[in-house]
């Protein structure tokens, strides 16, 4: 099939313009994305702002998705060319996990439970003129939302620790702090969820090896910057 210019790409896909309403999601390996599809129906059906889904592409692959395409940058792009702050993303990031787990779940019966994006940080926020949209609905599940939040924040944390990071890591602590600060009347991130999402990182096969051997410390830096 003819795809058209390469819109953006991360660990896991590349995103290809098909014309100015649609892209194609391709996955470099995977086998499924049905699940992946239910969840971003269902969480659209509540209002939550992903991209709507649309019709599968002649001659397209099994587990590829065409998704409503988005214009604007990604938040980390807006964080790293400064318009927009960092207080102002770490508020917007505890905004998205607090919308998203006052959704009842899909299909768990246990009422402590709710849909986790489970990688919901700047690289999958999209900022559109009508609003930030959040991508990549391929590590979504169900469990309980502190899960969900300590993902982010031990996400955030590996990325102030990072050396290479292009942004200065003043920044990226005061995105991390005020993420936390915001989410501790939802309940913060406890260092019972922050166990459960160090494991869930350690296994992740597309962190680094240098990013997983700063799980670590990032666990440290959560706790250090916990209200
Ligand atoms: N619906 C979309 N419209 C336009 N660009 C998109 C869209 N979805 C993703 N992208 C671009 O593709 C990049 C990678 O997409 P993402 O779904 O996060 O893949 P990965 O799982 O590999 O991280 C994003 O950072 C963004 O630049
Ligand atoms: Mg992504």
Avoid: K
Avoid at 73 to 94: N, Q
Avoid at 111 to 139: F, K, Q, Y
Wanted: glycine share 8%; proline share 8%.
């Amino acid at each position: 099939m003819h795809t058209g210019q390469l819109l953006g790409s991360g660990r896991t896909a590349d995103v290809y313009e098909l014309d100015g309403s649609w892209v194609l999601r391709r996955y470099r390996d995977r086998s499924c994305t049905t699940e992946e599809l239910a969840v971003m129906s269902y969480v659209r059906a509540f209002g939550y702002p992903v991209p709507r889904i649309g019709p599968p592409a002649d001659g397209a692959r099994p587990t590829d998705l065409v998704l409503q395409r988005l214009s604007g940058p990604t938040m980390s792009e807006a964080l790293l060319a400064g318009s927009l702050d960092a207080a102002e993303g770490g508020a917007l990031l505890a905004r998205l996990l607090r919308e998203l787990h006052a959704i009842p779940p899909r299909v768990s019966a246990d009422p402590g439970d709710c849909i986790l994006h489970l990688d919901l940080h700047p690289a999958n926020v999209m900022l559109t003129e009508r609003g930030p949209v959040v991508i990549d609905w391929s590590t979504a599940t169900e469990g309980p939302p502190g899960f969900d939040r300590a993902m982010s924040a031990l996400t955030l944390a590996r990325v102030a620790l990072d050396p290479e990071f292009p942004a200065p890591e003043a920044e990226a602590r005061t995105l991390l702090a005020s993420l936390l600060a915001e989410l501790a009347d939802d309940g913060g991130a406890d260092a019972a969820d922050l166990t459960r999402a160090h494991a869930h990182q350690q296994e992740n096969p597309f962190l680094t090896a240098p990013e997983r051997d700063c799980l670590d410390a990032a666990v440290g830096l959560v706790l250090s910057c916990a209200p």
